[in-house]
Each structure stands twice: as structure tokens, then as C-alpha cells.
């Protein structure tokens, strides 16, 4: 799989790439304890820190990151970027535009007080033959401060303008800054034929499978790490380890 992003020539020495995913873990996940005590238990059980499935979703396709900071003020957002004249024309200078609220209408997070937020994409994505491209929240970061609209485009077609990402601001109050660098958008290709699905009872060998499985993985830590997890990894460009340490720490 080969995904190729394009941007106004005028930008390419200056926007943040796109990065893998995993280099863009955040330093929560980093900092959390790998046991925690449970008093319901009445000893130490692992922590999310130890659940590879949890773990290989954040650290899943690419991230897509803020060009700039932002700041904001309870609802108000402002930036300062100064962006050199563009060879397309009709290409946005702006990180954030916004969608209002009636386009949001019946839906359970609409406000008519507020607006939706879209991160404008200074990079086009294109996709091979057959792919669409899953876009979402970043997986598990309920500490930033807005919630991605999921959405799914079909990036083996769409790839003459940038894709932008629709987000509802969910902290109100908030005060401060997004940094350059912030992962607004984790997304991942996605084959676009339907799967077949097929719903069978258990045989009488998988269903022996089936309890063998369960008591070894109540009983044993790291069968799923260690037996069944599939090995992940991938080129990692200079300028991806350093875009990635900026963006790893918000």
C-alpha cells in the first residue's frame, strides 16, 4: 500500500507531515502505570497500558497534524501564521474554518449556540485502486479538546483537493493553545468491497478450542502478545521521527 500526499509547492518545506500513527502516541499512555491496584480484586491488575488491542489501535494508519497553534479563548480562535503567496489559487490560508450549526441539525451533538469546526487539509491523499480512506477522532484521545467527525472518502478517486475534517469543540471553557503539531484526524485505507458474512454455530472441536483459549488467557499473561499479535512496523523517515516527537507530546 502506497499513499501518496501532495501539497501546494510553496508549502512543502513548511507544513507538518503526515506520520505514522504510532509516532504520535501521547505521553499519558507513555506515563501510565502498567499495573494499577484494584480493590475489587484486592491486588494489582494491568492497565490498558498492557492490552496490545488498545495499543495497535492509536498506533493504526497515519495522523494527519494542526499546520500551526492555535489558540483559543472559551469558544474564540485565533492564529498567526504567515503563509508566503500560494501557487494555487484556490487553496485555504487558514488552519480552521467552520460549519454552522444548522448543517448539524438532528444529529445528538448539534448546538445552536456553537458551530462545528473543520481543520482545513493543506495535503491532498491518494490511494491506490480500490481504497477508501477511514477517517476519526484519534483513537482514544478524549484529552483533546474536540471530537472528530468520523467520516469515509473515497481517496482512490477524490485526490485533486485536500480532504478536511469536521470536529465539534466538546470543551467550552477551555483556554490555551493547540500546538502545531496536535493530531487532528488518525486515518487508515480501507477496502471498499463488502465482506461476506457468514454466522455458523460451533463444532464440537472448536468449542474444546474455544474453552482451552478462555482459561489459558485468564490464567496466563501475554498469550495474545506473545502468540497472536501480529508484528507491526514500517519505514519511519528523519522527518518523520521529528515530526513525531513534536506531535507525541500533547
Known amino acids: 500500500m502506497h499513499i501518496i500526499f ?14 505514522p500513527a504510532r509516532l504520535a502516541l501521547p505521553d499519558w499512555l507513555r506515563n501510565m502505570p502498567t499495573k494499577a491496584f484494584s480493590e475489587l480484586h484486592g491486588r494489582d491488575i494491568r492497565t490498558v497500558k498492557q492490552c496490545p488491542p488498545f495499543v495497535d489501535a492509536m498506533s ?6 494542526l499546520p500551526c497553534d492555535v489558540r483559543v479563548d472559551r469558544g474564540s480562535f485565533s492564529w498567526e501564521w504567515d503563509l508566503p503567496p500560494l501557487t494555487v489559487k484556490e487553496h485555504p490560508r487558514s488552519p480552521l474554518s467552520f460549519h454552522v450549526p444548522a448543517q448539524t441539525t438532528g444529529a445528538p451533538f448539534h448546538s445552536a449556540d456553537f458551530s462545528a469546526l473543520k481543520f482545513n487539509s493543506y495535503w491532498t491523499i491518494e490511494l491506490e485502486t480500490g481504497w ?24 482512490d478517486r477524490f485526490t485533486d483537493a485536500g480532504i478536511n475534517f469536521p470536529a465539534i469543540w466538546t470543551q467550552p471553557e477551555f ?8 493530531p487532528v484526524a488518525q486515518c487508515f485505507p480501507v477496502p471498499r ?20 483459549m478462555v482459561a489459558e488467557v485468564l490464567t496466563t499473561p501475554g498469550v495474545y502478545r506473545k502468540r497472536f499479535r501480529a508484528k507491526r512496523g514500517g519505514s519511519v523517515d528523519k522527518t518523520d521521527r521529528q515530526s513525531g516527537n513534536q506531535s507525541g507530546n500533547q
Open 193 to 212: 468491497s463488502a465482506p461476506a458474512l457468514v454466522c455458523e454455530s460451533f463444532t464440537p472441536e472448536q468449542a474444546t478450542r474455544y474453552n482451552r
Open 132 to 155: 477508501s480512506l477511514f477517517t476519526t477522532h484519534p483513537v482514544n484521545r478524549d484529552d483533546l479538546p474536540f471530537r472528530l467527525l468520523t467520516g469515509l472518502v473515497d481517496a
Open 6 to 19: 501532495r501539497c501546494d509547492p510553496a508549502l512543502i518545506d513548511l507544513l507538518p507531515r503526515p506520520i
Open 60 to 65: 493504526h494508519g497515519f495522523m494527519i497534524l
Open 175 to 182: 483556554t490555551g493553545v493547540l500546538p502545531k503539531g496536535t
